[in-house]
Every structure is written in C-alpha cells, then in structure tokens.
Nanobody
Framework: QVQLVETGGGSVQAGDSLRLSCAAS???????MVWFRQAPGKEREFVAG????????WYDDSVKDRFTISRDSVKNTMYLQMNSLKPEDTATYYC???????????????????WGPGTQVTVSS
C-alpha cells in the first residue's frame, strides 16, 4: 500500500511559479512516481515522471522547458517546480505511484497504481 498526499497548489498570475509536493507513505516500493493533471471537461494528462532509483525524468512537451520534477528519497517526497505558469496550466494536479510493472506506457494513467487526492492550481492571465 502507498498513500500519497499533494500540497502546494494555489492561485497565481501568469508568469508566476509554484512548487507542488507529493508526500508518500506506506510499505510498498514505488518504481516510479509521476504528476498528472486534469482540467475541467478534459481527460487526465501526463505532466512529468521520475524513476525512484536513479532519478531518470521524463516530461510532456508542453511543460519540459518550464517544469522540473525531483524527489527526496530520505523524505519520500516528490516535487514539481512549475515556472512561467500559463493559464492553460490550470488544473487539478495529481501525483501517482507505480508499484507493479506491466506493459503499459509510462505516459498513461493506467500504468499507475496509487493516486493522491489532487491539489488545485489556478493561473490567471
């Protein structure tokens, strides 16, 4: 079992920055952790991911020059530093953990086994 809790969301102006955190607890090892987001009326979409061992990262093209994903293995916490925020970044942001390896792309929500409740990010123009 893995429990995930996101914090750090809020309302900001375009061009501002936010840092999201995802605190993980539990007894199951996570191979990877990711951030997804979902805007009203849209499907949940991949944002960024990180392999817990080694720290390999990958990003959606829409954020890769603005967002940085990282993790603190001692604190069991993952972060998403979001810079140069745009109104189109407005969404609920979810963190997720992958504990079972199966033949599903790292970019798809189905690859992930545990999810946090989400944190809202609103960017005004």
């Amino acid at each position: 079992q893995v429990q995930l809790v996101e914090t750090g969301g809020g309302s900001v102006q375009a061009g501002d920055s936010l840092r999201l955190s995802c605190a993980a607890s539990g007894t199951t090892f996570s191979y990877a952790m990711v951030w997804f987001r979902q805007a009203p009326g849209k499907e949940r979409e991949f944002v960024a991911g990180i392999k817990w061992l080694g720290g390999t990262t990958w990003y959606d093209d829409s954020v890769k020059d603005r967002f940085t994903i990282s993790r603190d293995s001692v604190k069991n916490t993952m972060y998403l530093q979001m810079n140069s925020l745009k109104p189109e970044d407005t969404a609920t942001y979810y963190c997720a953990a992958r504990v079972h390896l199966r033949q599903v792309s790292d970019y798809l929500a189905d690859a992930y086994d545990y999810w946090g409740p989400g944190t809202q990010v609103t960017v005004s123009s």
